[in-house]
């Protein structure tokens, strides 16, 4: 399997780190970083995008309350700006065929929106390879 986004010359500052199927991109300077996790899934089983999405994200943040900022990105559903006491996060899941990717950002609450637009970005750019 393999994804590609941005390539990263083309975002001033920032680095990625990669760890077996883990994808950390990140600012040094910045204010949070965007993992990504990767998985094969087998060739039999029904990918439900947003079951999926859902469960992942309620990993981390267990009273979501509402999936009304579930959005289509390519390839997958972003559930954007979910925020508790001190975070505010960002989740996705992004699908090719048995290729999976889950995605999440997450940043003090003041700080968000500081790097929104540049994770958004990022994530619309994907491409599988």
């Known amino acids: 399997m ?13 680095e990625k780190i990669v760890h077996e199927n883990k994808t950390s991109i990140y600012n040094p300077n ?5 993992q990504v996790s990767e998985f094969t899934i087998p060739k039999d089983y029904k990918l439900n995008l ?5 469960d992942f994200s309620s990993e981390y ?6 999936y009304k900022n579930i959005k289509e990105v390519p390839f ?15 989740f996705a899941i992004l699908n090719n065929d048995r290729n999976v990717l889950l995605l999440t950002y997450n ?3 003041q700080d968000f929106f500081k790097e929104h637009e540049i994770i958004l970005k990022i994530i619309n750019s994907t491409t599988w390879s």
């Open 61 to 66: 943040i267990s009273n979501i309350k509402s």
């Open 30 to 34: 910045g204010f949070g970083v965007l």
């Open 50 to 54: 947003f079951d999926e999405l859902y």
């Open 107 to 109: 940043s003090n609450n």
């Open 76 to 90: 997958g559903l972003l559930l954007d700006k979910i925020s508790d006491i001190k975070k505010t996060w960002l």
């Open 2 to 14: 393999g994804f590609e986004f941005l390539k990263l010359e083309q975002l001033k500052e920032w």
